[in-house]
T-cell receptor, first 115, second 114 residues
């Protein structure tokens, strides 16, 4: 069964550094998402992306965050100047359509640790 | 805004026990409802879904019924196994500006003892 893949599985970065998290969505999916889960807290929506532009973003997704689909397969999340509170598990997801009943398929996540 | 409330964990059961994990939601309109499972060290996997009132989602012995009158989507399994030990997340699809994002509950950790 096709799956969403994320790299790296664990990223350790110094505070203030830029970090790029990578995702390869399922190949025939058109809608892409990033979520994050701070340790012990709920999974929170960050951003959705379609047709090479952001469809919706949450309050968490401030100017330090950006997303990009640089080619036909990758979908990246960049954090320009990381802060301690960015430490979390970041999940990428994709879906075939934007209909409410279509499930989103999630990757295994990237654990980001900011020192 | 829309929200999902799940029962606090952890839930510890013996093998073959009956499982219920409560989930209630607040939403405008008629969202689709989902249960996802996260096994240790893995991502979120879709367990089951229901897209309208009175729908029952089922998979791997787990069931949940979309109850509009009680705004609930409780997860049940008649006989749990050690391999069911995981964190279970209830979620609803929330219509945003053109796409649906998920709103998750806090997750409920299930531990099944042999």
């Amino acid at each position: 069964e096709p799956e969403v893949t994320q790299t790296p599985s664990h990223q350790v970065t110094q505070m203030g550094q830029e970090v790029i998290l990578r995702c390869v969505p399922i190949s025939n999916h058109l809608y892409f998402y990033w979520y994050r889960q701070i340790l012990g807290q709920k999974v929170e929506f960050l951003v959705s992306f379609y047709n090479n532009e952001i469809s919706e973003k949450s309050e968490i997704f401030d100017d330090q965050f950006s997303v990009e689909r640089p080619d036909g397969s990758n979908f990246t999340l960049k954090i320009r100047s990381t802060k301690l509170e960015d430490s979390a598990m970041y999940f990428c997801a994709s879906s075939q359509s934007r209909e409410s009943n279509q499930p989103q398929h999630f990757g295994d996540g990237t654990r980001l640790s900011i020192l | 805004g829309n929200s999902v409330t799940q029962m606090e964990g952890p839930v510890t059961l013996s093998e073959e026990a009956f499982l219920t994990i409560n989930c209630t939601y607040t939403a405008t309109g008629y969202p689709s409802l989902f249960w996802y499972v996260q096994y240790p060290g893995e991502g979120l996997q879709l367990l089951l879904k229901a897209t309208k009132a009175d729908d029952k989602g089922s998979n791997k012995g787990f069931e949940a019924t979309y109850r509009k009158e009680t705004t609930s989507f409780h997860l049940e399994k008649g006989s749990v196994q050690v391999s069911d030990s995981a964190v279970y997340f209830c979620a609803l699809s929330d219509r945003g500006s053109g796409t649906y994002k998920y709103i998750f509950g806090t997750g409920t950790r299930l531990k099944v003892l042999a």
